[in-house]
């Protein structure tokens, strides 16, 4: 099965400009989660989707934002660039299992820059 | 809120030592713990998964032990290899959140 795969893997932008980040699951998973990694504050969790619904939300600014498709594929946004964004956005995908009792697999990042 | 802490934050060790890496939460309320692998600028590989009714689980050179109710995991890593440097993650399923809430980290480094 191929894995988690995230695209772009590299992406500069400048402060103002909005970005697009794609993450498409593993085959079969319906649950896609993301999270913002930086130096200062660790991994943290953005929001999850499960079957084009939004299941769960962490405590991010409304500029961030997200959606998943019929197919599972899921995308983030991010409106009006700060300096402070740039980070390693990481993505993952889960089988369908209740309760959120089944390992994460993740993808391998897209590394975002604002300058 | 869950908070969760690894130590120590780096380590460096001679090929061949046997390793523990610590975590520990506030919220015993979990679903499960977690262990992930994280090498330079990449994703993450889970390592381990323990249920929350589970002691522990083991992979190879790996195990991983978990004490619920004193809000305890531990990572033992046995006779290491340069290849195992990276950094480790421990991460909680959150049981009032449904949120996987991680650690900052321990990063390894083992030299020949």
């Known amino acids: 099965k191929a894995g988690v795969t995230q695209t772009p893997r590299y992406l500069i932008k400048t402060r103002g400009q909005q970005v697009t980040l794609s993450c498409s699951p593993i085959?079969?998973?319906?649950?896609v989660s993301w999270y913002q990694q930086t130096p200062g504050q660790g991994l943290q969790f953005l929001f999850e989707?499960?079957?084009?619904?939004?299941?769960n939300k962490g405590n991010f600014p409304g500029r961030f934002s997200g959606r998943q498709f019929s197919n599972s594929r899921s995308e983030m946004n991010v409106s009006t660039l700060e300096l402070g964004d740039s980070a390693l956005y990481l993505c993952?995908?889960?089988?369908?299992?209740?309760?959120?009792?089944?390992?994460?697999?993740f993808g391998p990042g897209t590394r975002l820059t604002v300058l | 809120k869950q908070e969760v802490t690894q130590i120590p934050a780096a380590l460096s060790v001679p090929e061949g030592e046997n390793l523990v890496l610590n975590c520990s939460f506030t919220?015993?309320?979990?679903?499960?713990l977690q262990w992930f692998r994280q090498d330079p600028g990449k994703g993450l590989t889970s390592l381990l998964l323990?249920?929350?009714?589970?002691r522990e689980q083991t992979s190879g050179r790996l195990n991983a032990s978990l004490d619920k109710s004193s809000g305890r995991s531990t990572l033992y890593i046995a006779a290491s290899q340069p290849g195992d440097s990276a950094t480790y993650l421990c991460?909680?399923?959150?049981?009032?959140?449904?949120?996987?809430?991680f650690g900052t980290g321990t990063r390894l480094q083992v030299f020949p």
């Open positions: 989707y499960f079957s084009e619904t939004q299941r």
């Open positions: 991460a909680v399923t959150d049981y009032n959140t449904d949120k996987l809430i």
């Open positions: 085959s079969g998973h319906r649950s």
């Open positions: 993952a995908s889960s089988p369908p299992v209740a309760g959120g009792t089944d390992t994460q697999y």
């Open positions: 323990i249920q929350s009714s589970q």
């Open positions: 919220d015993s309320a979990i679903y499960n």
